[in-house]
């Protein structure tokens, strides 16, 4: 039988992140390209009690079929949360628990789009979110970015260029791939074109708790008095991926749809998972677990960054990130970035080549995006040495 | 802001189902409607052990990322488990892990239907399938269910009729919702009407196992020769629903576009999850377990059947589900099923309207789903009396 594959499908190419997933795991590979939180990070112990507390608890509730929306004790915690701390959500707004950010962003383009309609990205943006939306059929329309942010005058030349834009994907803190914080000017200029244009935002912040330099800036949804953003958040970067524990907060508007949508992909979240992250919000010193991943981060950054000013030619420019896992580097006008990772990955370091994050994958692109937050501090040193050797053997 | 819902989703009504999940909250309420495992079936002990010697063993690999198309432990060991057990998976079939089979079934339903294709199902079907089909547009073609399962010469015939069919979703054991098994010689010729229609079959197996009455019939996917046969498979009914672990065993040529469909959903599916249904297929005593299970439900369905001999109308008649979760019972020609199952809630007792399970819901139905597999005895006895009463005041 020879099968054939949907258009929708046909249109997102196996992303480049897959593979890389695999390369990463060939352990003579040092790889910068994988997206994975610090294995110190995850709180094991804490979460080893955890687990046997809810299987002494309540072992039924946590392997029993349970609510579209989520365990109602943990929508409660992340709605206070929320607010006490990001002053994010008003009476208007709801909370259902998604398995990862990345179901929450499918859910959404499966609600919002019909095939064909369109999504506003910062270009590049995170290629996962990206593919997502190509799987619904949806047109990905590109605003490139700034220093402070997504560049508002062409921000706003795209909304009126496309009537059919259903939303406006923005990743304001650390944005993956680029490492950029968006200002806090632009964060209500971008609010106010959401409402000039009908657009709403879908605001993607699964770095903002890891911020390791300057001031913490809003988020767009603490900004929201019109319900037109849709707030990401995820326990991902926070306590762990292999969880697959995130939540959408949204207006109650679009709570009824959600459920269905929920109920049609994977019924609900596990519970056992949504448990943990409930004992994680209420039985747990959250500031000095955030205060430990910062302090983690900022030191992988800062050796990071270091190395490169001291290895890498001068002619390769990089993003100062402020938090996050993520740093853009930028190889000199004419330089095959392509060309230049897969020699880097033949001597044995992975990196992402930019193109992958652009709207059009076949684009030329000048750039890579390297993650610090995963590897041994050997390795960071190791890593970019190789990658420095090559840069000066190619630009200098 | 006002949000305009997609037409995909438009087209899916909220499912009864998810409304009943929230009204079998209510402890007042008889619940017949859900779908759940007896609580008594879990083995908790074990899932209790086996939580902490993964937290003991692997805690960073239990939190960490992993592959998109699930732990490569955990798919070798249920290759080998279909193959060993139902001779079900050759080599050019491969495992991927979703997140319930709900999700293999949405996977399935994105890769193969462009809007506007059809699926042809069994009418009645289980909603939940139905709903996921609908949400991508899709067309759903019903074929009525005879007592030794679908109707053949229909089931042609709707092939003949509608070439837009990409794929007919089939639950050939004690089918949800009627009960019914498919017979082995009907396995047969529709596994034949598949190959001269090129028409893929999805067999959903959730309830396979349960099987405390009557002889094993094979899979279809065990009589599959050219690859027209994908398989479902679910640790919901025979370990815990909550840890949404499932898999489909698929033809090699569909793994890459459900590994993108899979990373453009949830990335992948909980480790720990993971984790605890591979120490359940390899470090148990999976048959002991089975038929503990088995002996649950049997007893809990004798105890239904019997009760309905005892009280109900016999101008009511019922299914006699050979395994499972479900019976399904049908009213007189000319009564308002729907006004019956209003009334049997007002005194407590609810069971799912059959038109849930129909391709048009709109349509009238004499029908509706029973579980026997959830409540204590003395539940079943109580509802069946007040159900029955019911029938009596109305049929007799």
Redesign the interface.
């Known amino acids: 039988?020879?099968?054939?594959?949907?258009?929708?499908?046909s249109n997102?190419k196996?992303?480049v992140?897959?593979d890389i997933?695999?390369m990463a795991?060939d352990p003579r590979i040092i790889a910068f390209s994988?997206?994975?939180?610090a294995?110190e990070a995850?709180p094991?112990e804490a979460?080893?009690r955890w687990?046997?507390e809810i299987?002494?608890e309540d072992?039924?509730?946590?392997?029993?079929?349970?609510?579209?929306d989520g365990d109602p004790r943990l929508r409660q915690r992340i709605k206070e949360f929320l607010f006490e701390r990001y002053h994010i959500g008003s009476d208007d707004d709801d909370i259902i628990i998604?398995?990862?950010a990345?179901?929450g962003l499918?859910m959404l383009a499966?609600?919002?789009?019909?095939?064909g309609?369109a999504v506003l990205c910062e270009e590049p943006s995170f290629v996962?979110a990206l593919?997502?939306f190509?799987?619904y059929g949806a047109q990905l329309v590109g605003v490139p970015m700034e220093a402070d942010g997504i560049h508002l005058s062409k921000l706003e030349e795209a909304l009126q260029q496309h009537p059919n834009i259903k939303f406006m994907y923005l990743i304001p803190n650390f944005q993956n791939p680029t490492g950029i914080t968006m200002s806090e000017e632009k964060r209500r200029k971008v609010l106010e074109l959401s409402?000039k244009y009908?657009v709403?935002i879908v605001e993607d912040n699964p770095y903002g708790d890891l911020r390791f330099a300057g001031e913490p800036v809003p988020a767009m949804k603490s900004m929201d008095t019109?319900?037109?953003v849709i707030y990401a958040g995820s326990f991902?970067k926070v306590l762990?991926?292999?969880?697959?524990v995130a939540y959408l907060c949204v207006?109650k508007?679009?709570m009824?749809?959600l459920?269905?949508?929920k109920?049609?992909?994977?019924?609900?979240?596990?519970?056992?998972?949504q448990l943990l992250c409930y004992k994680f919000l209420t039985d747990f010193d959250f500031d000095a677990h955030i205060e430990n991943c910062c302090r983690i981060y900022k030191q992988k950054y800062e050796l990071m960054a270091g190395e490169i000013a001291r290895c890498f030619s001068t002619k390769v420019t990089v993003t100062e990130p402020q938090g996050g896992m993520f740093l853009w580097c930028t190889l000199p006008d004419g330089a095959d970035m392509m060309a230049f990772c897969k020699v880097a990955v033949q001597r044995g370091v992975a990196v992402v080549p930019g193109n992958a994050f652009l709207m059009d994958e076949a684009k030329s692109c000048q750039s890579f995006r390297m993650n610090y937050s995963s590897l041994p501090d050997e390795k960071i040193i190791e890593g970019i040495e190789i990658l420095g050797q090559l840069t000066k053997e190619w630009f200098d």
Chains 1, 2 share one sequence.
């Open positions: 039988m020879d099968y054939v594959l949907s258009d929708r499908i997102v196996p992303s992140v897959g997933f695999k795991a994988a997206g994975n939180p294995k995850f094991v979460v080893r687990t046997a299987m002494e072992p039924v509730g946590a392997l029993q079929y349970s609510l579209n998604t398995t990862g990345e179901q499918d499966k609600l919002l789009c019909n095939e309609d996962g593919n997502t190509r799987s409402v009908s709403p019109t319900g037109n991902s762990a991926p292999g969880l697959r207006p508007q679009l009824s749809a459920n269905t949508a109920q049609c992909s994977d019924v609900h979240t596990a519970i056992l998972n």
